[in-house]
């Protein structure tokens, strides 16, 4: 760490020699494994680390960024100086000057908590499970394809501002799951588990695996599959459905979390990630659905995969609503967003994908806080065709969310959904 600090403390001399107000700096050191099982064989096996850094200066009230894998003192000084070229060369595009919420200053370190460092598993046990689920998965000559995969990363960063601020954090994330494809006189149909598109990934190491029981369950998800190709057509009409946790999170993820970036709502994002219909007018007023809605953003929340001690300008992880008791009341902000709704501090959305990417607002964890109801008489009230048991094959179908450029207010619920079942089976 001591070397990490020394390459922290160049960059920042050399960004204030050439007069930027602020800057900083983030290493990071990045291990990645990703591996997947297909039709018997090896799908996929990949494995790689890198290490590199990146500077940000704010000169005049404008951005320069820049980044290298060089982690040489002489790379560091030249790295910074370039990034204070940039801000010179952006101060002359006209628009607001940037302004930094206040944060205090931290010195600190955190860590993902975990049980199981998936990098000390074996590759043997890993590959095992898998191909023990592909077989199990492979076990009708209906099933065209069958893929199953786990993926592992760590991220250790080290964040050094030049007010002060040293952080030093390691983000570990899992993820595993399968997909079957069964096919018959041209019907296709696919399932997968523990979640759709296939795949659950959690804030956790190698323990998030072997709670997920894979295997236990690749028989029935291989069997729910094939029972689609001759089921009858879901009924078509206005209905009530009730939609499962982890479909629930894709919805409110992309209809609710993606809208309530500021930085989007602003216009910021226009030309790259799209737009918002959640403008600044709209915050306090907004009806966004009944009184018993309330969306909560947590980057505290064990296991998130937005979880962490502190985003990427060294701001301390909180809890917030985004909407309560049904009403639109709050945003995703990093430290440059904050002043523009008139926030004393940012919220800590400020992410960026790697070393070389600059930092910018991103989504955290956002959860739908859970209501009174019991959850077998909520489905009891449902019609016949759909209940009562949710996670048959006869009574369920997954849903992939239409996602476009712009992150516009739906005219009905509907409008967000096309089925990847197009099938139910009947009783």
């Known amino acids: 760490m001591n070397e990490m600090r020394r390459l922290a403390d160049v960059a920042l001399a050399a960004a204030a020699r050439r007069g930027a107000a602020y800057a900083d700096i983030r290493i990071v050191e990045r291990r990645h494994q990703d591996i997947s099982v297909r039709n018997g064989r ?27 894998n060089q982690m040489r003192k002489s790379a560091v000084e030249s790295t910074a100086a ?7 060369a952006s101060r002359r595009v006209p628009g607001p000057r940037v302004r930094l919420a206040p944060e205090p200053v931290h010195d600190a370190r955190w860590t993902t908590p975990f049980l199981i460092d998936p990098f000390a598993v074996p590759l043997e046990e890993k590959l095992g499970l898998l191909y023990r689920v592909d077989k199990a ?12 995969h786990m993926e592992f990363c760590r991220r250790r960063q080290w964040l050094a501002t ?20 069964a096919a018959r006189g041209g019907e296709v149909q696919v399932r997968s588990f523990p979640a759709s598109p296939g795949a659950t990934a959690a804030g956790m190491g190698y323990e998030l695996v072997r709670s997920l029981d894979l295997l236990e369950n690749a028989e029935r998800i291989r069997d729910e599959a094939v029972a689609l ?25 992309e209809t609710c979390g993606h809208p309530s970036e500021l930085d989007r709502a602003l216009g910021q994002e226009a030309n790259y990630a799209g737009t918002s219909f959640l403008t600044p007018d709209k915050l306090g007023k907004l009806k966004y659905g009944s ?12 296991g998130g995969l937005g979880t962490r001690g502190f985003d990427d300008e060294g701001v301390a992880a909180q809890r917030w609503p985004i909407v309560q008791h049904g009403v639109f009341c709050g945003y995703m902000t990093v430290r440059e967003t904050a002043d523009a709704i008139g926030e004393e501090r940012s919220r800590g959305c400020c992410r960026g994908e790697g070393y070389y990417a ?21 489905i009891g009230e449902l019609a016949d065709d759909f209940g009562p048991d949710v996670h048959g094959v006869q009574k369920t179908a997954d849903f992939m969310l239409r996602i476009g450029q712009s992150k516009t207010k739906l005219a009905a619920w509907s409008d967000a959904f096309v089925p990847e079942l197009a099938r139910t089976k009947s009783d």
């Open 162 to 181: 030049s007010e002060g601020a040293f952080i030093d954090q390691t983000l570990l994330e899992s993820a595993a799951g399968y997909e079957v494809t």
């Open 291 to 302: 009184q018993i809605v309330d969306l909560i953003a947590d980057t505290t929340l064990p």
């Open 82 to 88: 370039l990034a204070v070229r940039i801000a010179r």
């Open 358 to 378: 600059l930092p910018m607002t991103r989504i955290t964890n956002l959860s739908l806080m859970p209501g009174e109801w019991d959850f077998e008489a909520l």
């Open 229 to 253: 190709l001759a089921a009858p057509a879901c009924p078509a009409g206005r209905m009530d459905v009730v939609i499962d946790g982890s479909q629930l999170a894709l919805q409110i993820h």
């Open 42 to 68: 090896i799908g996929r096996l990949e494995e790689s680390e890198t290490l590199g850094f990146g500077v940000r200066v704010l000169v005049d009230g404008a951005w320069g960024f820049a980044s290298s």
């Open 137 to 148: 998965l492979r076990g009708s000559k209906a099933v065209a394809e069958a893929v199953s």
